[in-house]
């Protein structure tokens, strides 16, 4: 039902200053009709006038056209139920004291007894979300979308009078549930918020993360990171398992501190070749509430690989020498040495090069550059060389390392391209380094003591046991600190500066490789006491470290690599491919296609764009829909080359069972809306409440005639045809 009225909001001084504008108003119309004349022109333009001023005070007055519309339909309430995943979590304790999951709860209150004094008086509906949605992805989860639920509501019903909202508050998608409340409390709109479940953890222990690398090379370390979560409220001491098809091939004793996150690393020797599914476990253990997340599953190729090392030094000291003797060993490594002496020249044998590989083709296929006590200079590197090798790790992915000696040749490298690429700042006036008599030891850091490089034993008490027995050293580098970004792994034991410890292990990303400084000449003499142990162990995991990117897919002519190596649905994935043509060379004319074929069955074919510098390299990136396998092709028709390999996508979980209700969130959008927040014990005190509520206040609409633009536009149009009479009348 409709009802029209005019308001107006007189006061007491509006009324004055009206009355008074009126009378002077009327006096002056009256003084001007009198001194021309009393023509009948100047009574109708004084008419005007007065017409003018009494729509100016009306104006003060604030005059409104309001509409008012009063609902006589049956008001309607509608109950919202949450039966997204995380509704599963059991955490609802009844009243018998068996907990139930929030689902099941909530299923128990649908039947028509609990709302039958809301129905009597309301149209009552119940609407689910979220909606089902129609994907092709068998991964896809509907995610929880409170607001847009609210609102969905709100649209769709004019007569709406309240909202039950029965869920835990976990959303997880669209905007924040307060936009909507906002709007539904100036409709006067109440929202009853009822939390199902716990707003604190239940007890369990989780297997939250594992970092799987996507290959694997056989019978070397393959490092698993994996974090635990605990929410016990004591210590647990278990043990950590990796099972594939043969059973049990690795394990890994920890122990969790009550209600705390630990992060650790279990290690993997393949023994075979081929592509393997693993589980990793934990135990479950007795009062846990959710055994579910006690296992993660991942994949990963096992194969051999041949990596390609290339040594460039100075003079054949003693870490040079135990060093090449490591690699010529290494069944996995295949060693060149480039040798340049001083005063005798290039040195010769059968593993040595007779120059620099000056070609890009022949220094591309290098996995790991070790830079020696060599320079920028005659007889050693040059300007082109160190930019050379600048590109080899920035474009092709490889590593570098560099092993400063007591000649201080390396400074001079600061003048060249390789000084980007330098992890820490070097002390230019003290070329020579620092040599003492005592001798001082190399102490990990928090980064140094979980990172790959530094594990000499699969356990990290026996692992920092063992750093702390190597032989140490009596001569440094001349290192200030190191630069921004850089990891440091070991610092020297003692000496410092006003940056703090002395970093001589660094390690840095730089472009698409690697990069590590050594900043002493004895880890040699790791070999003491237990020969190769431990030397041929660091050194094998430097290159395989450094080299890992490298080979994450290559055939002939082509190699792949992806960034990040473990991605996930909806992050930007960055596709690299160095390309080679038919005579070998880096590809310098062409194009080079990505075709992307995802488990849906979905393709997306991408142009790869070529990078300058001439070495091959075509970049490019793409953000995958869907979560599973992927299939890559990358083909280049010109070199009739074509790669085919596999991409892992994980598909996160939207919904997840186990965290608490999040009574905030309900709190807050009842305040907002003017209504009540209670828990699930609650359900029935809050039934009545919308039982009781008032009758729908009526709604509405007013048109502010004061403050209208065509309002406005009159006053100005009169004053408008009143100045022009006056000018035609010869009053101006």
Not at 321 to 332: I, K, Q
Not at 603 to 615: F, H, Q, S, V, Y
């Amino acid at each position: 039902m409709n009802t029209l009225f005019w308001t107006t909001a007189i006061t007491w001084r509006a009324a004055l200053a009206g009355l008074i504008l009126l009378i002077g108003s009327l006096w002056l119309s009256i003084s001007t009709f009198r001194r021309h004349g009393a023509r009948p022109s100047i009574a109708l333009l004084e008419a005007l006038r007065s017409i003018i001023v009494v729509l100016l005070v009306l104006t003060l007055f604030q005059p409104e056209l309001v509409r008012e519309t009063k609902e006589v339909r049956r008001p309607a309430a509608v109950v919202l139920c949450d039966i997204s995943g995380s509704m599963e979590t059991v955490d609802v304790v009844t009243n018998n004291a068996a907990a139930v999951s929030r689902r099941e709860w909530l299923e128990s209150r649908r039947p028509a007894q609990f709302w039958s004094s809301l129905e009597e008086r309301y149209d009552l509906s119940f609407q689910d979300f979220p909606e089902a949605v129609v994907t092709n992805d068998p991964e896809e989860q509907p995610g929880t979308d409170i607001n847009a639920a609210l609102e969905r509501v709100m649209l769709r019903s004019d007569r709406l009078r309240a909202i039950i909202l029965l869920t835990d508050g976990d959303w997880n998608q669209g905007r924040a549930p307060i936009f909507t409340a906002t709007r539904l409390g100036m409709r006067n709109t109440p929202v009853y918020a009822v939390a199902i479940g716990s707003d604190r953890y239940l007890p369990d222990l989780e297997l939250e993360d594992v970092h799987a690398p996507a290959y694997g090379l056989i019978d070397e370390h393959v490092s698993l990171p994996f974090a635990v979560q605990s929410r016990l409220q004591r210590d647990v001491s278990t043990t950590v398992t990796i099972r594939s098809s043969a059973g049990v091939v690795a394990s890994k004793r920890i122990v969790v501190p009550a209600m705390a996150r630990v992060q650790e690393a279990i290690f993997l020797i393949p023994q075979k070749e081929g592509e393997f599914e693993f589980t990793m476990e934990l135990p479950v253990e007795s009062d846990e509430v959710l055994p579910d997340n006690n296992t993660r599953k991942f994949s990963m190729s096992l194969r051999r690989e041949l990596l390609k090392v290339l040594i460039v030094e100075s003079l054949p000291r003693w870490e040079y020498r135990f060093l090449r003797n490591a690699l010529v060993r290494d069944p996995g490594v295949e060693m060149k040495c480039l040798l340049i002496h001083p005063e005798i020249g290039i040195g010769t044998g059968s593993d040595y090069l007779a120059a620099f590989p000056d070609i890009r083709d022949e220094l591309s296929q290098y996995d790991v550059v070790f830079v020696g006590d060599v320079g920028i200079g005659e007889g050693e590197l040059t300007v082109e060389q160190a930019e050379l090798l600048k590109e080899l790790v920035q474009q092709q992915g490889s590593g570098l390392v560099f092993l400063p000696g007591r000649r201080g040749r390396q400074v001079s490298l600061l003048s060249s391209a390789l000084s980007d690429l330098m992890p820490v700042t070097l002390d230019e006036l003290q070329e020579g380094g620092f040599g003492f008599g005592v001798e001082a030891e190399l102490v990990l850091t928090s980064r140094g003591r979980d990172h790959l490089l530094t594990l000499l034993a699969s356990d990290p008490a026996a692992n920092q046991a063992v750093w702390n027995s190597l032989p140490g050293f009596n001569w440094h580098s001349q290192v200030i600190k190191a630069k921004p970004g850089a990891d440091v792994l070991a610092v020297h034991s003692s000496t410092r500066n006003q940056f703090g410890r002395l970093p001589l292990l660094v390690a840095e990303d730089s472009g698409n490789g690697k990069v590590l400084f050594m900043g002493t000449d004895s880890a040699w003499r790791w070999r003491r006491g237990v020969e190769d142990t431990y030397h041929y162990r660091f050194w094998g995991q430097v290159v395989r470290w450094m080299a890992h990117k490298r080979h994450l897919a290559h055939t002939e002519g082509i190699r792949f690599f992806y960034s990040p190596e473990a991605p996930k649905r909806g992050d930007t994935v960055f596709l690299h491919a160095t390309v080679f043509d038919e005579t070998g060379y880096p590809l310098r004319t062409g194009t080079v296609d990505a075709l992307i074929m995802d488990a849906t069955g979905r393709a997306d074919r991408i142009r790869l764009n070529p990078e300058p510098g001439g070495w091959g390299v075509f970049t490019g990136s793409f953000v995958p829909r869907s979560g599973g396998e992927c299939e890559v092709v990358i083909e280049c028709p010109g070199a009739g080359r074509r790669l085919v390999t596999r991409m892992n996508v994980e598909s996160p979980k939207k919904e997840v069972t186990g965290r608490p209700a999040r009574f905030d969130v309900l709190r807050e959008i009842a305040a907002v809306t003017r209504g009540r927040f209670g828990e699930h014990t609650e359900l029935e005190e809050i039934i009545g409440d919308v039982a009781l509520l008032g009758e729908m206040s009526p709604v509405e609409e007013r048109l502010k005639l004061w403050c209208h633009p065509a309002w406005g536009a009159l006053i100005v149009l009169l004053l408008g045809v009143y100045w022009a009479g006056r000018k035609m009348m010869g009053l101006i």
